[in-house]
């Protein structure tokens, strides 16, 4: 869908192209005809549909700034009128693609393990709860985090690092059937999966995971 998208908008594109040098073409042929001077028309730009640009940096107004941990806040900005930001959200439209193969009675578990410096820095900890609530078959979060307060006496979850036998215990064992992937800071990246190779591929699967006995087939680096 995102390839057949960007074939159309480039199609749509080079059709403006065409015109404006039709109509420039036009001018300066009529122009020369008088004998006077010759003359470009500039041809005129067609007007963005989208407000983002790869070549050159452009100022939005702050709409809304929200502090969602110490150390994370959220900034919206407004797009001017009859403009979208031009982003393709390509992961969204690939999961529900999948999502949409599987049969209906077909509900994966999902495993989540949250690592994060403390309990104030997990990021929407409250929806990830509410969400584990809703259907504790398909869904489990642990989280883990480097100190907890007070001693942890009243933290639920891991302290300290991520270790092989917190993963042994939270995920599902390596096979065909399973999928783990990985998001986070490169030195964690590096202790739990390995990084990207170089070209940004996936690369080898290396660190606890590798130990668990998982491989590329069955780890997403992002």
Known sequence: MLSQAAVSFRSRYSSALLAAAAVSGTAYAALNREGTSVAHAEAAKPASTTALDPNEFRAFKLKEKKQLTKNTFLYRFELPDNQTSGIFTASCLVTRAMLKAKPEDDKPKISLVYASVSESDIILKDKLDALAAAHP???SVHYVVDKAAWGGLFWKGSQGRVSKELLAAQLPAASKDSLVMVCGPPGMM??????????????????LLKELGFDSSNVYKF
């Open 137 to 139: 078959a398909q869904l």
């Open 190 to 207: 590096v202790a739990v999966s390995g990084n990207k190779a170089p070209d940004y591929s996936q690369g080898e699967v290396s660190g």
